[in-house]
């Protein structure tokens, strides 16, 4: 049978909203599977593996088939997943992906229970089951390996928790040369690649959407002095060996935004450098951290006195679209205004936002004078959220000036990057520096941090992740004060003699740093045991005017199982940043596969599949397939994201919900899914008021008309 819309009283907490289909029977409906999410990470060191166990649950009658989109780190190396079924554990394997693909389709139409995981970002991920049996249960369990992050003394690990919305532009005009106001043109209108959000404030949106549990098993190898998540309440047991484990205060949380930790180690135990390693047939594989001291002659000048800073042309580009609407808009404002407090009588400044149009302050970079900053501050208390988010005429409009060698030019873009076309601004990025950096300010609830990475990394400059406003303050001064230090510059590593010819290093080249970051990188050493490893590794690089070296004793590595993951995906980054540079993409897919399956690693171009061989599902048996939406980032506001019709395709109503694109979302031979409108309308209840209404006037009609006197 079709599915079709199951009409249903309101009640007092109002009439369901979400997927409904047709059970069969008169007077009632089935909903969609609830989905819940457990999440258990251990880090050791500066190593991390995590598992994320996904369980689909299915309260009808009837056979389902699932679609859910979710977030994982954009440095992960997601590597295994395990499919159970009734105590039946199935392990995935790593395919072509168009393999893949058909084989979870030819299982789904047999009648087999069946798991596809895929990649469509780098840290966005689809997970499709097939065949979840009437009133049954399917667990999911995905693993990856990851690293921390460290900078200006603290260690941090992020676990996203939902894939924002994301706004795809319709094709832009070029914008010739810089201007005042750039516009996308009229009536374009975006759409949000990735399915169902969650309505908050509509009838669903008061039930724990998504609900995920996490625990942190935290080995830092070192006594700290501060541990802490700044984005949720935890609880903190120490055990012995300077071990803690983090779980959630309030067990489980909607997963609605990013989850963050740090921890600080005490000062005499703050590593200067360290190297980790793993060996993994017959290779060895490395990951190296080298923390480049303060270097107090960078900032001297050949008398010895301090060498003065180099004035700076700062260009700050904000997002006003809908998706910053409420806090994220409140910590961008507060980010621009703190910033504007940090510049210096020589500096030169504008101010650019962007939504559907892109328009600047000034015509072109003013003094920061005190007429200035005060038209400055106005501007900015003005901006309200609002429109799609074209991003590419303002990063044309903040590049396009290269400014004078008197200034140093410097972009500062603050958004929470809620885009999809990432690729084409990251060559738009790395096509129009011209000297300038670019420096990505994170903001709100869910970031997508990969964006906001890659950009700053085409960009030459850092990111930069505020959660909340009482993170403003400090993190733009951090931020400014690594503007204003020289960067490490020209970084490279020298090898042993006897280790260069095979060595395999990634990044590469380095990039360049700046102050309070550690040179990181991973290597493989082909056909060599991690126990004849030895000599010194040199790494020299240059800061200001002179030389910087510090060096690694090979001999001396931390055993880190996961490194060979991570050196894998390095390896695949460097060969997919190949896209923007210009390469061919079949020769980029290519090298990408080769490594991805032999290191077995889900990515944009392979996944996991994992079939049980049992049939389960009769095959006179239909199968319905459905999405299960997503909780809307926290702070968000749906209307300003999607307009307050939720449906509508003019221009300034952001992003309009659609269909997931051909192949996201899993068919069966069945029917397709249906969905109860998810804004804060009452949909069922307009619909049967609607039908009442017209079944009424079409009465009132006929009686009208049999009362009327017959023509003579």
Do not use: C
């Not at 504008?350 to 302050?361: P, V, Y």
């Not at 590049?399 to 690729?423: K, P, W």
């Amino acid at each position: 049978a079709d599915p079709a819309f199951l009409l249903q009283p309101a009640t007092a907490e109002g009439p369901p909203a979400g997927l409904f289909f047709h059970s069969g029977e008169n007077g009632k409906a089935y909903e969609a599977p609830r989905l819940g999410t457990d999440v258990d990470i251990t880090v050791n060191g500066m190593v991390q593996r995590a598992q994320v166990r996904q369980v689909f649950e299915n309260p009808t009658d009837a056979w389902l088939e699932a679609t859910y989109v979710f977030p994982l780190p954009e440095g992960s190396a997601v590597d295994r997943l395990l499919m159970d079924i009734d105590g039946r554990r199935i392990d995935g394997v790593i395919m072509e992906k168009a393999e893949a693909q058909k084989a979870f389709d030819a299982a789904s139409d047999a009648g087999q229970q069946a798991s596809l995981l895929s990649s469509e970002r780098p840290n966005v991920f689809i997970s499709a089951v097939a065949n979840i049996p009437p009133r049954g249960r399917v667990a999911i369990t995905i693993e990856y390996q990851d690293q921390a992050a460290y900078e200006d003394g603290l260690f941090s690990l992020r676990f996203p928790m939902v894939v924002a919305p994301r706004y795809t532009p319709p094709a832009e005009p070029p914008v010739e040369g810089p201007a005042t106001l750039a516009s996308a043109g009229p009536g374009a209108v975006g759409r949000d690649l990735f399915g169902p959000v969650t309505d908050p404030d509509g009838p669903a949106g008061s039930e724990n959407q998504n609900p995920l549990s996490l625990r942190v098993a935290l080995n830092p190898g070192v006594p700290l002095t501060e541990i802490d998540s700044p984005s949720h309440d935890v609880r903190i047991e120490t055990g012995p060996d300077d071990t803690h484990v983090l779980t959630l205060s309030a067990g489980q949380v909607s997963a609605n935004k990013d989850f963050v930790l740090q921890w600080r180690p005490v000062a005499s135990n703050a590593p200067q450098a360290a190297l980790f390693a793993e060996e993994v047939d017959g290779a060895s594989y490395l990951m190296g951290m080298i923390l480049p001291a303060a270097d107090p002659e960078a900032t001297q000048n050949e008398t010895g006195q301090s060498a003065p800073a180099l004035a700076r042309e700062v260009i700050f580009v904000i997002d006003s679209s809908g998706s910053m609407f409420g806090d994220s808009m409140d910590q961008a404002k507060a980010a621009l205004l703190q910033a504007l407090k940090l510049l210096g009588p020589d500096d030169r400044f504008n101010i650019i936002q962007f939504a559907d149009t892109t328009a600047a302050l000034f015509p072109r970079a003013r003094p920061a004078t005190r007429q200035n900053l005060t038209s400055a501050w106005y501007y900015i208390r003005a901006l309200e959220a609002e429109g799609g988010t074209q991003m590419a005429p303002a990063l044309d409009l903040a590049l396009a000036n290269a400014g004078d060698g008197d200034h140093l030019r410097q972009v500062v873009f603050i958004t929470d990057g809620a885009v999809s076309n990432e690729m084409d601004l990251f060559r738009q990025t790395a096509a129009q520096l011209n000297g300038s950096r670019l420096f990505t300010v994170g903001i709100g609830s869910a970031p997508n941090s990969y964006f906001m990475r890659k950009a700053a990394q085409a960009g030459r400059g850092t990111f930069t992740y505020i959660g909340d406003l009482s993170q403003v303050e400090d993190h733009m001064g951090r931020l400014f004060a690594k503007m204003a230090a020289p960067a490490l510059t020209d970084i490279s590593l020298a090898w042993p003699d006897s280790l260069a010819p095979q060595a395999q290093a990634f990044p590469a080249p380095l990039p360049d740093l700046y102050q309070g970051q550690p040179v990181t990188f991973t290597a493989k050493i082909p056909n060599l045991a991690l126990r004849d490893l030895a000599g010194v590794l040199t790494v020299t690089g240059h800061r200001g005017s002179g030389a910087w070296q510090n060096t690694l004793d090979l001999g001396a590595q931390k055993d880190a199982p996961g490194v060979a993951a991570l050196w894998a995906r390095a390896k695949l980054t460097q060969i997919e940043d190949g896209l923007i540079e210009g390469r061919a993409a079949q020769n980029v897919r290519a090298e990408a596969l080769e490594v991805a399956l032999t290191h077995q690693l889900v990515t944009r171009y392979t996944s996991l599949v994992a079939i049980d061989a049992e049939l389960v599902r009769p095959q006179d048996g239909e199968t319905d397939s459905q999405k299960i939406p997503r909780a809307l980032p926290e702070g968000w506001d749906y209307d300003k994201v999607f307009g307050a019709a939720g449906l509508s395709g003019a221009a300034g109503q952001a992003m309009p919900l659609r269909e997931l694109p051909p192949g996201l979302l899993q068919k069966t031979a069945a029917g397709n899914p249906v969905h109860l409108p998810q804004g804060a309308t009452p949909g069922p209840f307009l619909l049967v008021s609607g039908l009442i209404a017209l079944n009424l006037g079409l009465v009132l009609l006929i009686l009208f008309r049999h009362g009327q006197p017959k023509p003579a």
